[in-house]
Nanobody, 123 residues
């Protein structure tokens, strides 16, 4: 079993900043990609930013230059620094990890998700 726990979120004014963090735990052999998705009311879940293990980050066009993703492989954490927030960034943000987990003597690749944290950008 793999768990992703998110920290951060809440209400922030337009132009403000907020930092989200996520920690993975459980039966983990290794983690490939870690990242963040978001889902606004009435919209589909969309990728915000993702970082492969040892690779370069990629971002949604709407957040480039404003958001920065970082990860600590040793601690199994991923963070999202969000600056210059806009009302259209309002959404539930989900942590994501592609995990190699133990299944008896084998390894299995699974997609793991956090429970989601609300970010509201409003004055």
């Amino acid at each position: 079993q793999v768990q992703l726990v998110e920290f951060g979120g809440g209400l922030v004014q337009p132009g403000g900043s907020q930092r989200l963090s996520c920690a993975a735990s459980g039966s983990i052999f290794s983690i490939n990609t870690m990242g963040w998705y978001r889902q606004a009311p009435g919209k589909q879940r969309e990728l915000v930013a993702a970082m492969p293990s040892g690779g370069n980050a990629n971002y949604a066009d709407s957040v480039k230059g404003r958001f920065t993703i970082s990860r600590d492989n040793a601690k199994k954490t991923v963070s999202l620094q969000m600056n210059s927030l806009k009302p259209q960034d309002t959404a539930v943000y989900y942590c994501y990890a592609e995990v190699l987990t133990y299944r008896g003597a084998d390894l299995k690749k699974i997609d793991s998700w956090g429970q989601g944290t609300q970010v509201t950008v409003s004055s």
